[in-house]
């Protein structure tokens, strides 16, 4: 289905040109990194998602998407939503982890429930498909409205994203009928991230 196609498109836009903190200030690398380590060890989840970004983007380590799976997986575990829709991505493209769409569909709807944009328009592409998940076009249509109602696609370089999103949202209205629309919006309107309590120290 086109619908899914442009849904990855987007999410990997977005997912791509996420912003990193780590390594954004005067601290030498090396004593920097050695200090992210030990806190992802220690299990602090903003140290184990950071160095998880790190490994996939090669910044301050070899890159290393084995290494970037393992990090993230601990930081999914403890309800980090970034990680958990890190971890939902690459199971949905198989970057660095043998596809598995059941599994992307587990952890992005963990970070879609916590609000992560990225996560919901990617999950809207799967329920819209019926990939990793049975097809349910309602639910597609709640993911997709949700993400487009929050603050994300204000941000500076979304513009082709949100077009694209907008586009996914049309596709899926001409597959449907007033009532499910009318349901899904009605669902959206009702929607309120969970938040997970974060006790993490580390700061970058």
């Not at 836009?13 to 903190?21: A, D």
């Not at 601990?74 to 596809?99: C, D, F, I, P």
């Not at 992005?108 to 609000?115: D, H, I, R, T």
């Not at 019926?130 to 979304?158: C, M, P, R, V």
Request: with cysteine; proline share 2%.
């Amino acid at each position: 289905m086109r619908i899914a196609i442009l849904t990855i498109t987007i999410c990997h836009l977005l997912f791509t040109t996420s912003p990193l903190s780590f390594g954004s200030n005067e601290k030498d690398p090396v004593d920097e990194m050695k200090s992210l380590r030990k806190a992802a060890d220690q299990g602090d989840v903003e140290a184990q998602y950071s160095l998880g970004v790190c490994y996939i983007k090669g910044k301050g380590v070899g890159r290393n998407l084995s290494e970037a799976i393992e990090w993230f997986s601990k930081a999914a575990e403890q309800g980090h939503a970034k990680a958990q829709t890190y971890l939902g991505m690459s199971n949905l493209s198989g970057v660095g982890v043998k596809t598995n769409p059941v599994e992307a569909v587990k952890w992005l709807n963990k970070a879609s429930e916590q609000g992560e944009t990225i996560a919901q328009m990617a999950l809207a592409g799967c329920y819209a498909d019926g990939n990793g998940i049975t097809q349910n076009l309602i639910e597609a249509y709640k993911w997709a409205a949700i993400a487009l109602a929050g603050d994300f696609f204000l941000s500076e370089g979304t513009a082709d994203g949100f077009k694209i999103a907008k586009e996914c949202s049309a596709l899926l209205e001409k597959q449907m009928t007033s009532e499910q629309i009318a349901q899904a919006k009605q669902m959206a309107a009702n929607f309120k991230p969970r938040s997970t309590a974060n006790n993490s120290t580390f700061k970058p």
